[in-house]
Each structure stands twice: as C-alpha cells, then as structure tokens.
C-alpha cells in the first residue's frame, strides 16, 4: 500500500488561496494514496496504464477517456490519483527523472460521445496534485469536433501548455 506523505504543520488559514486549501485537503485524505479492492478492479479494465519510459526513463501513461462511463467517473478520479501518486512514489527520481507524457487517446470521439467530464476529472486531478508534471501529452485520434472544441481551449491555457501538446491523426 502507499504511504501518504506525513501530516503537515501548516494552518489551514482563511488567507490561502483556495486551490493551497484543496491541494492540502487532497494530502490530508488518506483514502488518496490506499488501494481499495475498487480501484484495483477498476485499474484492471485498464483505462490508464503505463506502456514503458521514454529516452529519459520519463514513464509515458496511455488513457482511454472515452471509455470511462459516467458511472464511474468517481473511480476513475480516485484511481488517476492513486496511480500518479504511485508513478511520483516509485518512478520519479528527484533531480533526474521529475515529469511523466500521456498518450491520451480520444477514439475518434464526435460531439456525441465525447469524453468531456473523464478529462474533466483527470485535469483536476493533475493540476491539484501532480502541477508542473507533465513533460509532453500526445493526443491521439482527434475528431473533425475536437480541433473546434480546442480553438476555443487554447485562449485560455500558457504558452508553456500549449507546447506540450501534440496532435496525432
């Protein structure tokens, strides 16, 4: 099982922001960093797992979103953030290997199916917790929809982001 990081010595004052306040919150939780016999099922119907390392022994982590049901959009939050917290735990070396790439593949979703609440999930979860990890993502099989879909995104994410990210046909 892994072991959450010790407690903290830090008030949670009415002076932090409220992204410190949940990213707090999100340590505090034990049930973030235990492997219940839920998400151990639910990770083996392998809507994310990890397919090696790259040049850098940087792990590269392949999702299917759209695959992941409304349902169990819950499980598929708490087994992202038991699983990138592995990944940091067991795969990340301070001063060597400090980032990750994710091969997110969209299965050619259309306007119908398209995962929007999965990638929700998964943004949250990696921007609370896992800020600054991402070295590269891959977006594979993107539909006609989601290059319209991503003109109106890009305004609002950095410079820095916007490079990070590749489009596969």
Same mark, same amino acid.
């Given at each position: 099982?892994?072991?959450?990081p010790?407690?903290?010595s830090?008030?949670?004052?009415?002076?932090?922001?409220?992204?410190?306040r949940?990213?707090?919150a999100?340590?505090?939780?034990?049930?973030?960093?235990?492997?219940?016999?839920?998400?151990?099922?639910?990770?083996?119907?392998?809507?994310?797992?990890?397919?090696?390392?790259?040049r850098?022994?940087?792990?590269?982590i392949?999702?299917?979103?759209?695959?992941?049901?409304? %349902?169990d959009?819950?499980?598929?939050?708490? /087994? $992202?953030?038991?699983?990138?917290s592995? #990944?940091? @735990?067991?795969?990340?070396?301070?001063?060597?290997?400090?980032?990750?790439?994710?091969?997110?593949?969209?299965?050619?979703?259309?306007?119908?199916?398209?995962?929007?609440? %999965?990638?929700?999930s998964?943004?949250?979860? /990696? $921007?609370?917790a896992?800020?600054?990890? #991402?070295? @590269?993502?891959?977006?594979?099989?993107?539909s006609f929809?989601?290059?319209?879909?991503?003109?109106?995104?890009k305004?609002?994410?950095h410079?820095?982001?916007?490079?990070?990210?590749?489009f596969?046909?």
């Amino acid at each position: 099982c892994f072991t959450p990081p010790t407690k903290r010595s830090i008030p949670l004052s009415s002076s932090l922001t409220s992204h410190t306040r949940k990213f707090l919150a999100y340590y505090d939780n034990p049930l973030n960093f235990h492997l219940t016999e839920d998400l151990l099922s639910y990770l083996k119907c392998q809507n994310m797992f990890c397919v090696g390392h790259d040049r850098e022994f940087r792990p590269i982590i392949y999702m299917y979103p759209l695959r992941v049901k409304e %349902a169990d959009l819950d499980r598929f939050g708490a /087994s $992202s953030r038991f699983y990138s917290s592995v #990944l940091q @735990k067991y795969w990340l070396k301070k001063y060597h290997v400090e980032n990750w790439n994710i091969i997110l593949d969209l299965e050619n979703a259309g306007i119908t199916n398209f995962p929007l609440k %999965a990638m929700k999930s998964m943004t949250e979860v /990696s $921007s609370l917790a896992f800020c600054g990890r #991402l070295n @590269k993502m891959l977006i594979l099989n993107p539909s006609f929809f989601f290059f319209g879909l991503w003109k109106l995104i890009k305004v609002f994410l950095h410079a820095d982001t916007l490079a990070k990210i590749i489009f596969v046909k």
